[in-house]
């Protein structure tokens, strides 16, 4: 966990090493959509919830670190973006619908008042995930869920603009101007977010950080 300097993404590569095609293919489609919406076409709007309810649902539930709660904030980020839908300037929808998401899960947390308790409660409820395939290796994948626990419970530690910078970035793979347009701070407080964040969930990972050496 280097400075600003040496940022990488810890976790969703993917997101960072898809190719300009399909971004730009997948901008397109969500423009297309947003037009038919703003047409009074229900199915687009709702073909766009399809799209991102997961995505969402995921960012939501690492920011707030319950599960139900996240539910509340999807559902009123969804609301939000429908009744703001011609406040859209045509850009990357994705990207703002994102922004949405976060002040939503930010009014969640802030009204709970409390710490996050689990960014990823579905590690203890293994219902909502498919069965392993015959080739699972159970050591592996106990190995992969004490991971996960590990850093939810050191993600769950930092404050709220740390967190939220860090999983934007590192989780969803969004880039510095993004996330400051997302977040509506400066682009030198988000890396210094993230810096800072890092060191912290370094000092709290202390000795766990082997269980990330191959």
Do not use: C
């Amino acid at each position: 966990m280097g400075g600003p300097a040496e940022d990488q993404p810890l976790a969703g590569d993917g997101a960072r090493t898809r190719s300009q095609d399909a971004r730009e293919a997948d901008r397109l489609r969500d423009l297309r959509l947003v037009e038919r919406a703003l047409a009074g076409d229900l199915d687009a709007f709702n073909h766009l919830v399809v799209l991102y309810q997961d995505y969402l649902h995921a960012v939501a539930t690492r920011l707030i670190g319950d599960w139900e709660a996240a539910d509340d904030a999807v559902q009123e980020a969804f609301f939000s973006a429908y009744r703001n839908l011609r406040s859209f300037r045509g850009d990357v929808f994705r990207a703002w619908l994102t922004r949405i998401a976060v002040n939503a899960a930010t009014d969640v947390l802030r009204a709970r008042q409390r710490r996050p308790s689990q960014p990823y409660p579905e590690l203890d409820d293994d219902s909502w995930e498919p069965p392993a395939g015959e080739s699972a290796d159970p050591e592996r994948e106990a190995v992969r869920r004490a991971q996960a626990r590990v850093l939810s419970n050191a993600l769950a530690q930092l404050t709220e603009g740390q967190r939220t910078s860090i999983v934007l970035f590192d989780v969803e793979g969004f880039d510095y101007p993004e996330i400051a347009a997302m977040t509506g701070v400066s682009l030198g407080t988000v890396k210094s977010r993230i810096h800072r964040g890092r060191l912290a969930m370094r000092d709290l990972l202390g000795d766990a950080v082997e269980l990330f050496r191959s």
